[in-house]
């Protein structure tokens, strides 16, 4: 009943979340109830939050009360006062009167104050937890997670609903208790003092959930068209603002800016209509809350005059009615807010529910020392289940060898890399590492035993010195500089305004992609693993730099077992084991030489390049 | 906070008939307290029921009438907010597209997005309500200590001198809570920078094994984020409470005051009744007020941000003199935004390079020094040199994506920098280092180049860059639908596409910054065969001695020096570092290898 009451008040605009995701499953019936049952867990998941604080929410609660309480009785008070002592004489009683109501207003004070500080208390600590747990299992996550999502998509949960939980949590959660408390504290009060005049103001409720309705079922709509041209919108800002540099050098500003225009026109009309609207809202409920208070006054008025009411029950109706209206506004606003807050769980829960990276086998192990053999045996993987991205794949490295992979892009060059790293696990097939199968072995333990150089380089936002520092996050100065030298990125540091104290921002902006190669071959010099993966590691990295580094990573694959996706004969040429990729199969394997004596694929290939550089 | 009024001064007759609206709406309730008093001491008191039916009758009315007038200031006000925010919006957006590129650099691309759209909606919503509430809020105190004065001097009084104290304490609040929630919002804005971070680098992190480090770095700055918020709130939320026991001892002091006059015959009933009613209406509306307080001093940082990007032309132009923002009024542009072909001779390639150096704003480390050299139309220069000695700066000055700190550069014999730069741009084709596709068709993105291409112009310049065989695979051909920023096609395929978008343009001077990485030399090969046919001045940056080999000037640079010039002949014998480079390369075309497919 409570929520029949409420729903008719709702401000459209903040419901609109729930509202989508309801939209959504609108061509199944069941599914809204399944929503509803998903609504329940995830409030159930907040409260098991919140509930790790339980003492001092019974404490907030408690204070709710009170406070509800007090409030209600102020009114009363002078209405009291009104009948009985301002017209009155006499010193005692007054005297006590005075100080009751002092009371009553000190406390009034005192608890909504408490409710508040601590609330916000409990709120933020909750929220600082969910932060964390889900900051957490995103990293526990398996990497195709991020790839099957839009990495704007997962900020908005880790931002955005967060946020909206934050909020809620801070004051709409007590405040729908205590509108409730209010509400119905109110509604009694003004049944026992006066019946007949509760009856009358109560005329205005049903003319408040008619013209809600009128006005909900125009705006729901319209606010859902603003909120899809200003998704449009969004999405048009983003793309133009990053690709800025092609904009301007193509010399197409004008043009975005039509376009921008053309969107901003739509959204300036479907958001005229939806906050005019919408806008009404307020204006209704002050409305008949004025006709109320005429009523009240007037009515009032001449039940007074024949006697049936006191002026005192009017002066506390006035007040009432006020504290009617205001509690069932309030809801109206918080109940959104509050939905709106669900709906941002459930998503956040999403993602916290998401499976984590397969758990460690129970008897998966920790490796001390790895000497980095490694062996392939009839492995095959799919992303999707369906095509198979590498199939029947065989192979053998062993400790200190340099293996070289070759093939065309989508070869499966980067997918092997990514199973050698666990990012994924084979479908069939197995790979062992020192002769123990991979798949029992902790992915960390693993990991801290590889050190890569991708294709993609990836700067945080901090000093050069910290980004190199990444590598080996206890290493000094001293170390840091030294790796910096063997990768050859020394130089070009020295020359960069303020050396290795230089702040990056996030991807690197302000050096080159070649820069920022030779810093993560120095951050992987520095983490001194047991095996390493150069993914083209070279491929943005001239000549000229690429000679300065070529003794600084030779260094570096001493002793390592190393997997080069290279582009150069030389790289190439120089490994212990090629294996030629094509379409997710292993063609061949062997050294140079032996693929050359073998004849076939990889020497039809060299020759053939030969012959036709020759012509050119 | 001043960019709201510069903004909403074309809406003003809107703005000031919402507040008119908001002010009947007002009256009617102040009159309120006033009317009840009546009705108490000449109707009630009086035992008058013809008194009781015209206040009575007077309070219903004016009940209509404030609806109406409520209901009118929801569309003025709604007029004037959503005009403004589309003036801002697009000002806005104007502006950025005319600042250099440098002055563009300075912002972060997530700031200003959020600034477009996050700060731009925040200021609509604040005049929006503004105009409704927030305005109406110290009005509502005003208007009853006011009313309270006129129905009983020494009563409302007791209300009238609390005024001041409220309203001191009230701004020291203000002043207090906007610091602590600007805090707030840069621990906030840390916080989801570092998830970002996060995001982005997820790989690395993994295969660093840094999830501990990374969490307990997360874990500090969502803690400090905690502590300023929970500082932040503690403070808002005493407001409302304080206030409220306040004005509650006003109310006492009426009380008590309000019997004394009673007896002696000074005060009626109904007026003590009514100044207690107006004591009680100021508590509501300033209940309102920590709620405002929060929108207003959100509503200011966000103006802050705004006016911030405005100012920056400013700032930018004692650097770059600004020429873009010059273009932006000037320029000869037709409805569709394409130059008046009558209007501009076409360019023919020519380039030159005089003793050009070239340092980035704000550092004093010269990037380039002294380059000069001269291009003819239709020649390829290619440009060799280490990393971060200047070749992408170099390319990047010719469309002036920057500006030159020394030295001219000269288009067709004219200096760039007095040129249309719509005119100068409309002649490049540019090929970035880091590929940039636009949501869209495959198709769309290559006539993004062109707007007017048609679907064989389109395919010609799909098939020089290489890319046509690939996209006629693709299930839906040109129609293939490219994700943001192209995720579903390889490094390769995007910078083939790229190329092709700048080949549509059939442009007199191409720029290719090393934008050839991904491709295979077997594909290169036939890409640099097809751009000698399309006879276009093409600066080529790139690694690879074999696509230097067949240029007719390479440009060999280290640390920003021009320190060789020539064609390869000339620099095998003249250049002991070209010598080296190419010493050092397998001339076997290994890249071969990596095509067959």
Redesign the interface.
């Known amino acids: 009943m409570f929520k029949a009451l409420i729903e008719p008040f709702r401000h459209p605009k903040l419901g609109l979340g729930l509202g989508e995701a309801r939209g959504l499953g609108a061509a199944n019936s069941r599914k809204p109830k399944a929503k509803a049952r998903d609504s329940r867990a995830a409030l159930k998941r907040i409260w098991s939050y919140l509930a790790k604080r339980k003492a001092k929410l019974t404490l907030v609660l408690l204070m709710v009360m009170f406070s509800s309480g007090l409030s209600l009785l102020g009114p009363y008070l002078i209405s009291r006062a009104v009948d009985h002592y301002l017209e009155g004489s006499g010193g005692r009683p007054w005297l006590l009167f005075l100080i009751t109501l002092a009371l009553v207003y000190l406390l009034n004070a005192l608890t909504s104050w408490l409710q508040n500080i601590w609330m916000i208390e409990i709120a933020q600590e909750t929220v600082l937890r969910m932060r964390a747990d889900l900051f957490t299992h995103l990293h526990r996550l398996p990497i195709s997670f991020f790839n099957r999502r839009q990495q704007g998509e997962i900020m908005s949960r880790l931002t955005n609903d967060i946020e909206n939980i934050s909020s809620t949590l801070n004051s709409s959660a007590i405040q729908i208790f205590s509108s409730v408390l209010t509400l119905v504290g109110t509604v009694g009060v003004m049944l026992w003092l006066s019946p007949l005049l509760t009856l009358l103001t109560f005329i205005v409720v049903p003319l408040m959930t008619l013209g809600m309705r009128w006005i909900t079922r125009r705006t729901g709509p319209l606010f859902k068209e603003r909120q899809k041209n200003m998704g449009e919108l969004n999405g048009f800002i983003e793309e133009t603002l990053s690709g800025q540099r092609i904009i301007k050098a193509f010399s197409q500003e004008e043009r975005v800016i039509a376009g921008f225009r053309e969107r901003n026109n739509r959204i300036m009309l479907s958001g005229y209509w939806a906050q005019s609207i919408s806008g009404f809202i307020p204006k209704l409920m002050n409305g008949l809350n004025n006709l109320s208070f005429a009523i009240v006054a007037g009515v009032g008025g001449l039940l007074a005059i024949r006697g049936i009411v006191t002026v005192g029950v009017i002066i506390a109706f006035v007040e009432y009615t006020r504290q009617f209206t205001r509690p069932l506004n309030d809801l109206a606003n918080q109940w959104n807010t509050l939905l709106s807050a669900i709906a941002g769980a459930e998503r956040v829960f999403e993602v916290l529910d998401e499976p984590t990276e397969a758990k460690d086998e129970g008897a998966a192990v920790s490796l001390e020392r790895v000497n980095g053999a490694v062996t392939f045996t009839d492995v095959s993987f799919s992303y999707d289940g369906e095509n198979e991205t590498l199939h029947g794949i065989s192979f053998e490295a062993k400790p200190g060898e340099m293996i070289a992979l070759v093939g065309p892009t989508g070869a499966g060059k980067t997918t092997l890399i990514g199973l050698l790293s666990r990012f994924y696990d084979p479908d069939k097939g197995r790979i062992t590492l020192d002769g123990k199968d991979l798949t029992k072995v902790k992915r960390e333990s693993l990991r801290s035993h590889m050190a890569f150089v991708l294709q993609d380089t990836f700067l945080f936002r901090g000093t050069i010195r910290d980004n190199i520092r990444y590598g080996k996050l206890d290493a000094s100065d001293e170390e840091v500089e030294a790796a910096a030298r063997l990768a050859g990125a020394h130089p070009f540091i020295m020359r960069l305004h303020g050396g290795y104290e230089r702040m990056l921002s996030v991807g690197g902006g302000g050096i080159s992609q070649g820069q920022k190669q030779l810093l993560a071959i120095a951050r992987a010099i520095l983490a001194d693993p047991s095996m390493l993966v150069l993914d083209e590691a070279t491929s943005s990295i001239d000549t000229v730099t690429e000679i300065k580094i070529q003794e600084g990573l030779r260094t570096l694959m001493k002793g390592r077992t190393s997997f080069v996706i290279a582009h150069r004969l030389g790289t190439v040429r120089a490994a212990d084991r090629i294996l030629v990729l094509r379409g997710g199969r292993l063609e061949q394997q062997g050294t140079h030489d032996e693929l050359l004596r073998q004849g076939g694929l990889y020497s039809d290939l060299v020759r053939g390049a030969a012959k036709e550089q020759g012509e050119a | 906070m001043n960019i709201i009024f510069v903004y909403l001064k074309k809406y003003r007759v809107a703005a000031i008939a919402a507040l008119l609206m908001m002010l009947i709406?007002l009256s009617?309730?102040l009159a309120?307290p006033y009317?009840?008093s009546k009705?108490?001491d000449s109707?009630?008191q009086q035992?008058?029921?013809g008194v009781?039916?015209l206040?009575?009758?007077v309070?219903?009315g004016?009940?209509?009438i404030?609806?109406g007038a409520?209901?009118l200031?929801?569309?003025f006000?709604?007029?004037a907010?959503?005009?403004f925010?589309?003036d801002l919006?697009?000002k806005l957006?104007?502006r950025?597209?005319?600042f250099t590129?440098a002055v563009?650099?300075r912002f972060?691309?997530s700031s200003?997005?959020t600034r477009?759209?996050q700060d731009v909606?925040q200021l609509?919503d604040t005049i929006?309500m503004g105009l409704?509430?927030m305005t109406r809020v110290p009005l509502v105190v005003l208007g009853s200590v006011l009313m309270a004065l006129i129905v009983h001097v020494r009563l409302g009084l007791m209300l009238a001198v609390t005024l001041p104290l409220l309203i001191v304490f009230l701004l020291w609040m203000l002043k207090r809570s906007s610091a602590l929630f600007r805090s707030v919002q840069q621990r906030?804005d840390d916080?989801?920078?570092s998830?970002?971070?996060?995001?982005?680098?997820?790989?690395?992190?993994?295969?660093?094994?840094?999830?501990g480090?990374?969490?307990s770095r997360?874990?500090a700055r969502?803690?400090e984020?905690?502590q300023a918020?929970?500082a932040a709130?503690?403070l808002t939320?005493?407001t409302?409470?304080?206030i409220?026991?306040i004005v509650?001892?006003v109310?006492?002091a009426v009380?008590?005051y309000?019997?004394i006059e009673?007896?002696t015959g000074d005060a009626t009933?109904g007026q003590?009744?009514a100044v207690?009613?107006y004591s009680?209406r100021t508590i509501?509306a300033m209940s309102a007020l920590s709620g405002i307080m929060a929108t207003f001093s959100r509503a200011r940082a966000s103006a802050g941000r705004v006016e911030e990007v405005m100012a920056a032309d400013a700032a930018g132009s004692e650097w770059t003199g600004s020429p873009?923002h010059a273009h932006?009024k000037t320029?000869p542009?037709d409805p569709?935004?394409r130059m008046r072909a009558e209007k501009v001779k076409p360019i023919r390639g020519k380039v030159e390079f005089r003793k050009v150096g070239f340092s980035y704003p704000g550092?004093?480390?010269a990037v380039l020094e002294d380059v000069s050299f001269t291009v003819h139309p239709g020649q390829r220069v290619a440009i060799?040199?280490?990393?971060?000695s200047g070749k992408?700066s170099l390319v990047g000055l010719i469309?002036r994506?920057y500006e030159q700190s020394a030295g001219e550069i000269l288009v067709d014999d004219i200096p760039v920098a007095g040129m249309d730069?719509?005119r100068?741009?409309?002649a490049?084709g540019?090929v970035?280092?880091?590929v940039?596709l636009?949501?869209g068709t495959v198709r769309d993105n290559i006539a993004?180049?062109d707007?007017h291409a048609t679907q064989a112009q389109i395919e010609r310049a799909a098939a020089a860059a290489q890319i046509h065989d690939t996209v006629a695979e693709l299930p839906l051909g040109y129609d293939t639908l490219l994700g943001?920023?192209g995720v579903n096609l390889?490094?390769?395929?995007k910078q083939r596409l790229s190329i092709a978008r700048a080949l549509v343009?059939r442009p007199p001077i191409l720029?290719l910054d090393?934008s050839t990485?991904?491709l295979?030399?077997?594909t290169e090969?036939r890409l640099l065969d097809e751009l000698q046919q399309l006879s276009c001045t093409t600066f080529l940056i790139t690694?690879k001695?074999?696509s230097s080999v067949s240029a007719d000037l390479i440009l060999l640079l280290?640390?920003g020096r021009l320190i060789a010039s020539g064609t390869h002949p000339e620099l095998m014998a003249s250049s002991p570092?070209y010598r080296?480079?190419c010493e050092?390369?397998?001339?076997?075309?290994?890249?071969?290898?990596?095509?067959?497919?």
Do not use: C
């Not at chain 2, 998830?195 to 999830?211: A, H, K």
């Not at chain 2, 060799?384 to 971060?388: M, P």
């Not at chain 2, 390889?490 to 395929?493: A, D, L, R, V």
């Not at chain 2, 050092?584 to 497919?597: G, L, T």
């Open positions: 709406e009617v309730e309120q009317l009840i009705i108490i109707g009630i035992r008058d029921t009781v039916w206040w009575g009758g309070l219903a004016s009940a209509v404030a609806f409520g209901v200031s929801s569309f006000a709604a007029h907010s959503q005009g925010a589309f919006r697009e957006y104007k950025v597209q005319s590129y563009f650099s972060e691309t200003l997005i477009l759209t909606t609509q929006f409704r509430f906030l916080v989801n920078g998830i970002q971070e996060n995001l982005t680098g997820i790989r690395l992190i993994r295969i660093f094994v840094r999830m480090h990374e969490i997360f874990a969502s803690g984020l905690m918020t929970v709130l503690r939320e005493t409302a409470p304080l409220m026991l509650n001892i109310i006492l009380l008590w309000g019997r009673i007896s009933l003590t009744v207690i009613n009680l509501g873009e932006a320029a542009v569709n935004g550092s004093g480390l060799l040199g280490a990393t971060g992408s469309p994506l730069i719509a100068l741009r409309g490049i540019y970035p280092q880091e940039l636009f949501s993004w180049g707007e943001q920023r390889s490094g390769g395929q343009r720029i090393d990485s991904a295979d030399a077997v090969g690694q001695i074999s280290d640390e570092l080296a480079i050092s390369q397998d001339r076997e075309a290994w890249d071969h290898v990596q095509s067959i497919n």
